[in-house]
């Protein structure tokens, strides 16, 4: 009944995406490479529009087995502006569970990065075709694997112990996968070398003889495997926020070491250095969790919407939490969540934790919900690509563990539930390659 379901989605979205054009009702798809273009879209923005071609790309579930059900990639292409257009750009999205096509569409462009990224597409166009090819399991692509939310609310007024975290990980992503399994969707098949083997075959069906690939973060990773096992095939590679192969968990030093940078830059900031303390943020946020380890706060704190009132247990770990991330997962030193980062170090110094603490109360809202991804292309894709349990382990050790938290118990907690083997060692020590490549990265 489910599968039915299923499939009647896939043939709503592909009416839907034919109505977006004004073209005639298609037949689906029925064979593997099949193509279906749905015409042009007009997408307006603020003081722009752009013309694309939208359309889906049909592809195998699992290339391992022979009777595996077909599955739709999306892409959007966007025309050049050149008069004599270069190799074609694959645009890449990051997450694992990302899509470029979705924040096009979306119509998103009202923050600064967002115009930064339109700027960037049409720095693109002016050199070839952009193609946005979508991650398969995501987004404009069907089926798109969200995961259901089998959490339950945790009690705000006490701490959460680091094995009650791990069991709710264990918990989400087990009924994530069985769920989609139980569709008679094969989960097995929504992996990197998969992904991988999408973009091959797209570029084939669309007879690009090269292809240019433009990538971030996963997207990057993406585009390493790409070049790796289709070196003929990729001209040159464009890669910014690098990730390699090997790197899906975050190194905690690493990461410390980058907040620590961005903290300087932004105590130089003409409007927060009247607020910075002698010595700067940093002493100051380690003496506030020396001291919530010893004497951990209960905090009273009102629902923004029901006006109740409730206690909120705030200690150490809470603030290694909350003074660099909000609940919704935005780092603040990035610069979506730049905008809450002044008014939390300043709440830091003052020890004025009631703010904090009603974010606390929204993390633990559904938690660990609001804490994990949504798709289980995710966890397919970036357990898959898990260092060594050496290299896991010493993370989980780091010494800035004690400052920014245990970053990784995610993975640690939902990888062994989702059962996924790691490649051999020989997909990660990848052969030098001669493929150009420029890596845009920042100085943190």
Not at 217 to 223: E, L
Not at 379 to 400: M, N, T
Not at 409 to 438: H, I, N, Q
Request: proline share 6%; charged share 20%.
């Amino acid at each position: 009944m489910f599968r039915q379901k299923t499939n009647a989605c896939l043939a709503s979205a592909i009416f839907s995406l034919a109505a977006i054009s004004g073209t005639a009702s298609p037949v689906i798809a029925q064979e593997a490479g099949s193509l279906f273009a749905t015409g042009h879209q007009q997408l307006q923005y603020k003081s722009s529009s752009l013309q694309a071609e939208r359309g889906l790309f049909f592809v195998p579930e699992n290339r391992q087995k022979k009777d595996s059900r077909l599955i739709a990639v999306a892409y959007m292409r966007f025309p050049s502006t050149a008069e004599q257009p270069g190799t074609p750009i694959i645009w890449l999205a990051g997450g694992p569970g990302g899509s470029a096509i979705s924040r096009f569409v979306g119509g998103q462009f009202n923050d600064l990065y967002s115009i930064e990224e339109q700027q960037t597409l049409n720095d693109l166009r002016s050199v070839a075709d952009v193609i946005m090819v979508d991650q398969r399991g995501a987004h404009a692509s069907l089926p798109n694997l969200i995961c259901p939310n089998p959490t339950q609310d945790t009690p705000a007024d006490r701490p959460t112990s680091k094995k009650d975290q791990l069991q709710s990980y264990k918990q989400y992503a087990a009924t994530c996968k069985s769920s989609w399994g139980q569709t008679g969707h094969d989960i097995d098949g929504y992996q990197i070398d998969e992904l991988t083997a999408d973009v091959k075959a797209f570029a084939d069906k669309m007879g690009f003889e090269k292809i240019t690939l433009y990538g971030g973060s996963f997207g990057s990773q993406w585009s390493f495997a790409i070049n790796h096992r289709y070196p003929e095939l990729v001209e040159k590679m464009i890669l910014w926020g690098i990730e390699d192969l090997n790197d899906t968990y975050d190194d905690p030093d690493a990461m410390l070491v980058a907040l620590k940078g961005i903290l300087q830059d932004v105590e130089q900031d003409a409007t927060i250095a009247p607020f910075v303390p002698d010595g700067g943020f940093y002493p100051v946020i380690l003496d506030r969790i020396a001291a919530l380890e010893k004497n951990p706060k209960l905090v009273t704190v009102s629902n923004p919407k029901t006006g109740e009132e409730q206690s909120v247990h705030f200690g150490a770990d809470e603030l290694r939490g909350i003074w660099w991330q909000d609940p919704s997962g935005w780092r603040l030193g990035e610069r979506a969540g730049s905008h809450l980062w002044a008014d939390t170090l300043i709440a830091i110094v003052n020890e004025d934790y009631e703010v904090l603490a009603g974010r606390v109360a929204a993390s633990k809202k559904g938690s660990p919900g609001s804490m994990t991804w949504s798709s289980a292309l995710t966890y397919a894709v970036d357990c898959r690509l898990s260092p060594s349990r050496a290299r896991a382990k010493g993370y989980g050790k780091a010494p800035a563990v004690s400052v920014i938290g245990d970053i990784n118990l995610g993975y640690r907690g939902m990888c062994p539930e989702w059962g996924v083997k790691r490649p051999p060692s020989s997909f990660f020590d990848a052969p030098a390659s001669s493929t150009p490549a420029l890596f845009i990265h920042g100085t943190y």
